[in-house]
């Protein structure tokens, strides 16, 4: 009679056996799972599962920091699929400007109706001009240069136009255009036009006045009154520099390089260049500190003039060293519940301390015979400041700065261009508000300054994410802002800078929240004709009412900044081109021996 252990068991047995003793089965168990999952996708012809994840390029300016949060990201079939539905779009507006509006400035987007609220010079025509170049529209834009080879840029009788926009649309349209297609009546024309508005300049001293008629070179001054407002002082250089470059005119470079002469010869404290400024004397006239409307483009002209010639001009590269510092110190505060780090403006005095007992915040008095300043924030954050942490963002990549402050540049551009994606990620629309009034530090709003913020967390050792970086989530409730302007105006300065941060730190975080936005401009903003404004980001309506109005920008920069951040692609690669205020991209070029005698430059 055999022994029961020298038998085989029955499974029935067997499973009884071990039934106790499930212990043993695990490792098997594990393996076998292991074997399936590793192997699985290999059998059934897919890819096998990436045990490691590939490495990226570390952010720039703090590879020690990795981001917080990387979504999987849309496959490469996938961006070029999202690109091309940008480009969809742009044909559906550009068509719909075509056959409604052409040859107006724009289409109103409801009513089918030509709005002429430029010169009545084709301005979405122009301003499209290189996106269309760009996208691959060859058709539309041949059929534009053919009406640009007829274009005569005198104006009707008592009409003036807007010397800013139409130096920053319509030139830089041309410039650009000429640039990536070579077509030399682009250039003729822009030599033309160039030349016709150069008159603005002639004030006393030397800052161009707002509006010019090319018919008589009368000048007008605007609604602001005499004073010149930063922005239209400084967002003509690049446009004028490269036309001087490319005709050997010295003219152009002059009128434009004397208002650079004015900011160096100007007695500012720190790098705080005001917002209005005497046009007759060319010194400052306020004491308010922006980087929204009346001064936004101005910084970016700083840095992007010194990129332009090749770093030639290292002065100007020195005035946005300041103004960005300034920036920095003064303007950049955060919210006291949430951490939302954003850009103000404010009203900034010196006080000199004769007594003791100044409360004032003593940000760069080192003694009590220098002026101590005093900020008076409003707390008012613009849609249009978003182009900041692009701005910062291209500095700290392209600037030879010491590494505690490129690291302060790169944080401000990050935590900045995250507060931008979170006001159109707590909207209900999806689309940011133009204007937020943010929570202030009570009682004293100056607590709110991020500068000291992060010199603290820096002192006691760095530990979690730096001050307005900890990128809190959507919040419905408790936001720790008002919205202060409903609207969203098609404006580009969130994408844009988007666009700048996926080039410089490779974080694809950027590109699928460029995506969320294009999607709900999608949604919201499109309309038979073309793409409308919305009235209210945070309506919860389907249906959202919107204003009849396409800017000409929509086809410069919005589409243009999207088209850019979902094509793999670097079409305009940052080392070759600078993109001017309205998105134009003008290449980076060299300034011959001769020209840099010429005009002095060191
Ligand atoms: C533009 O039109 C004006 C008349 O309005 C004319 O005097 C001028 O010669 C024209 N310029 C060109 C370049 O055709
Ligand atoms: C306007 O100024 C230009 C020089 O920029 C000059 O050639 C032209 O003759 C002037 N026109 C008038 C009407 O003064
Ligand atoms: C700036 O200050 C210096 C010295 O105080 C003075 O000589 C110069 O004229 C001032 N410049 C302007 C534009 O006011
Ligand atoms: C502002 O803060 C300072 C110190 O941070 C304090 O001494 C001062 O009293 C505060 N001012 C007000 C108005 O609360």
Redesign the pocket.
Known sequence: MASPSSRVPTLREAFSLLAGRPARWLPQLCALIFVLWYFGPAIRGLPPVDLFNAPLPPPIGHPHRPPLYRPPTASADEWKLRAHQVREAFIHSYKGYKEHAFPADELAPMSGKKVDNFNGWQISMYDGLDSMWILGLTDYFDEAVKVIEQANYTTKPKQYVPFFETVIRQLGGLLSAYALSGEPVLLQKADELGGMLLPAFDTESGFPMYAISTRTNATRSSWAGSASLFAEVLSNQLEYKYLAHLTGKSEYYEKAERCME?MY???ITDGLFPTRWNTRL??PSNNQFSVGAFADSAHEYLLKQWLMTSRSETKIKDLYLRASKSIIEHLLYVTPDRDILYVTDAEIREVHQTTAGITDLPISATSASLPTISSYPSGNFEHLSCFLPGLLALGAQTLDLPPSEKEMHSFAAEGLAYSCWLTYADMKSGLGPDMMAMRLFQPNVTDGLWLPKVQKWKEQGRRGRPPGLREPGPASRKRDYTIYKRTYLLRPEALESFYILWRTTGNPVWRERGWSVFQSIQKHAKTELGYASIMDVDSSSDKIPVKDEMPSYFFAETLKYLYLLFTDEEIIPLDRFVFNTEAHPLPIFEWTEEEKKLYNIS
């Open positions: 004015l010869q100007a007695n060319g010194t």
